[in-house]
Nanobody, 124 residues
Framework: QVQVVESGGGLVQPGGSLRLSCRAS????????IAWFRQGPGKEREEVSC????????TYADSLKGRFTVSRGDDKNTVYLQMESLKSDDTAIYYC?????????????????WGKGTLVVVSS
């Protein structure tokens, strides 16, 4: 069964860190780009970061550069989102989506596969 599953969310204090995981099963992520999205309360969904299938280059939303880092795991079927210096505005459901194409096409056409999301709450 083809699926993408996020994990690692939870409650964290402002200034804290979390690492989210996105794991694919039923297919190999080798040729897929993976994007992280988030949707906060009362906000539209936004793309947070994307890592390309081809050269593993990554892009980030301008407002998040320097705080978030996306990477692929050694097992090749897991992608991580390391989040540092978290703020209350980072509270959201975080989703990963993947597509057998490059990152710009995820933004343009949407992912082929979506996870169900993991909740991150930043609060004291």
């Amino acid at each position: 069964q083809v699926q993408v599953v996020e994990s690692g969310g939870g409650l964290v204090q402002p200034g804290g860190s979390l690492r989210l995981s996105c794991r694919a099963s039923g297919f190999s992520l080798d040729y897929y780009s993976i994007a992280w999205f988030r949707q906060g309360p009362g906000k539209e969904r936004e793309e947070v970061s994307c890592i390309n299938s081809s050269d593993r280059s990554a892009t980030y939303a301008d407002s998040l550069k320097g705080r978030f880092t996306v990477s692929r795991g050694d097992d090749k079927n897991t992608v991580y989102l390391q989040m540092e210096s978290l703020k209350s505005d980072d509270t959201a459901i975080y989703y990963c989506g993947t597509k057998r194409s490059l990152c710009p096409n995820i933004a343009r056409y949407g992912p082929d596969f979506w996870g169900k999301g993991t909740l991150v709450v930043v609060s004291s």
